[in-house]
C-alpha cells in the first residue's frame, strides 16, 4: 500500500532529524601548537570533552588571519576547518549550527588595527555568516576587560566608568 510507503518514509525522516549531530564551530585563531593564552588550553578541553558524544560534534573553525595553520593541525584535529580568506566563510559555516566565537585580540594593549580586524570586522563577518546559513545559535566571548580597568585602550585615552564602579543604567 502506497499509505504505508509514505508513513515508513516519514518515520525515517524523523529518526534521521533525532539522531543527527548538533554541528558546533568553534571559531579560534589560536589552537595548539599556536598559542597566545588560555584559549588554547580552552579549545583543547572543549573538543575532548565531546569527543565521541552521540548528539554534538564539535568542529574547530581556524581564522588564519594572523598566522597559518601548521600541516600538524591537520592531523591532530581531522575535522578542521580553516578560513584563510573571505571567501572561505560561507563554506566553513555552511553546515554549523551553533558558533562558538573565541577568535580576537584579547590584548588590552591591542593595537586599534588589530582590534578593529580581528575583534569588530571579525565579528561582524560571523554575524553575516550565521544570515547566510543554517546558524541557530552564536555565542560569543569577550575577555579583554579580564586585565582590569584601564586608563587607556592602545593610545586611547577611555572616557568610560571603571568597571569596579557601579553604573546604573
Known amino acids: 500500500d502506497d499509505d504505508d510507503d509514505d508513513d515508513d518514509e516519514e518515520e525515517q525522516e524523523v529518526e534521521k532529524e533525532i539522531t543527527k549531530k548538533i554541528k558546533v564551530g568553534l571559531l579560534t585563531n589560536e589552537i595548539p601548537p599556536i598559542v597566545y593564552g588560555g584559549v588554547a588550553t580552552w579549545i583543547v578541553n572543549f573538543i575532548q570533552m565531546f569527543e565521541g558524544h552521540p548528539t554534538i560534534e564539535i568542529i574547530p573553525i581556524f581564522l588564519a588571519y594572523n598566522d597559518p595553520l601548521p600541516n600538524e593541525c591537520l592531523i591532530k584535529y581531522p575535522n578542521i576547518r580553516v578560513i584563510e580568506k573571505e571567501d572561505d566563510i560561507r563554506i566553513c559555516f555552511e553546515d554549523i549550527d551553533t558558533v562558538i566565537h573565541l577568535a580576537a585580540d584579547r590584548s588590552a594593549e591591542a593595537p586599534w588595527n588589530s582590534v578593529l580586524k580581528n575583534n ?44 569596579s564602579e557601579t553604573v546604573n543604567v
Request: no cysteine; aromatic share 12%; glycine share 6%.
Open 120 to 163: 569588530l570586522i571579525g565579528t561582524y563577518n560571523v554575524f553575516e555568516a550565521a544570515s547566510w546559513t543554517n546558524i541557530q545559535r552564536l555565542v560569543y566571548a569577550s575577555s579583554i576587560a579580564e586585565n582590569g580597568d584601564k586608563e587607556t585602550f592602545g593610545d586611547r585615552q577611555i572616557n568610560e566608568p571603571k568597571l
